[in-house]
């Protein structure tokens, strides 16, 4: 009988960590190393080529991170990822959260072991597709970059999650200019992109910081840092202005949020 081989690769920038990692994964049979990259462009390439079933992914590496290749990735065949760090709590305590698995580095055989043991499984399983949803759950939770503490508005999003065309994109809440209505989605406006969402206005109205982002309309929500000018019209309402020169009328129900504004600039 043929031992079906998981097909492994590695991401790290530095040589030292790949080779540890190259050196225990040699002790087990039922594991096949097929590549090793040091930055994010060729593991992508290997990653979409080779489709791997395991991959050791570094978090913290030059260009493109850990985190930002998995946007770029195509979530068909997406393997099972176990992270390597050398720090961030935070990012850490998301992790066991959502029950993603991560070596911290230095790491001893025994958590190493326990990771590839866990891994395994979820492959032999075939349980890869809930796991990568928790990957993506965990990155859509991450209120901030690796390094940084937990602050008092980190119930609210600073990325949003945009699916298209196979791929999972994570949209920087602070590139957003205004988002607008459209039947059952949302169109997010972001410099010259418009991305595609499904969900209510009024429950990605909760999910971000009201310190930056402002309902002026049923139809539309504004980035406050987006605003130029603000021009009276037909009866107590505003033309807002945006930077980029789009032009957006608030309705009458929404008077209250302008006020509020309006007594918070002035």
Request: aromatic residues 8%.
């Amino acid at each position: 009988m043929t031992l079906t081989k998981i097909k492994t690769i590695i991401v790290d920038d530095e040589a030292l960590a790949r080779r540890r990692i190259k050196k225990l994964l040699a002790a087990r049979a039922d594991v096949d190393v097929v590549a090793e990259c040091n930055n994010g462009n060729d593991a992508i390439a290997s990653i979409e080529s080779l489709k791997p079933d395991l991959v050791f992914l570094d978090i913290q590496m030059p260009e493109i991170g850990g985190f930002e290749l998995i946007e770029r990735l195509d979530v068909k065949n997406f393997p099972v990822i176990i992270f390597v760090t050398a720090h961030d709590s935070y990012a850490l305590k998301a992790f066991d959260i959502n029950a993603v698995d991560y070596i911290l580095k230095p790491f001893d055989d025994e958590r190493f072991y326990h990771a590839l043991d866990r891994a395994c499984e979820l492959i032999e399983q075939k349980e890869t597709g809930a796991w990568a949803k928790r990957v993506f759950k965990m990155l859509n939770g991450l209120q901030q970059e690796p390094g940084a503490a937990a602050s008092s508005n980190s119930n609210y999003l600073d990325r949003i999650v945009i699916r298209t065309s196979g791929r999972i994109h994570f949209a920087s809440t602070d590139a957003i200019d205004w988002i607008e209505a459209s039947g059952k989605h949302l169109d997010i406006h972001a410099g010259k992109s418009v991305h595609r969402i499904r969900e209510s206005m009024s429950d990605l109205e909760r999910k971000l910081d009201p310190k930056k982002f402002l309902r002026i309309h049923r139809s539309y929500i504004i980035n406050i840092s987006r605003i130029r000018e603000m021009q009276s019209w037909h009866k107590g309402e505003y033309m807002v202005i945006l930077e980029n020169d789009t032009k957006l009328v608030t309705g009458r129900g929404y008077r209250d949020n302008l006020n509020l504004l309006l007594n918070r600039l002035v």
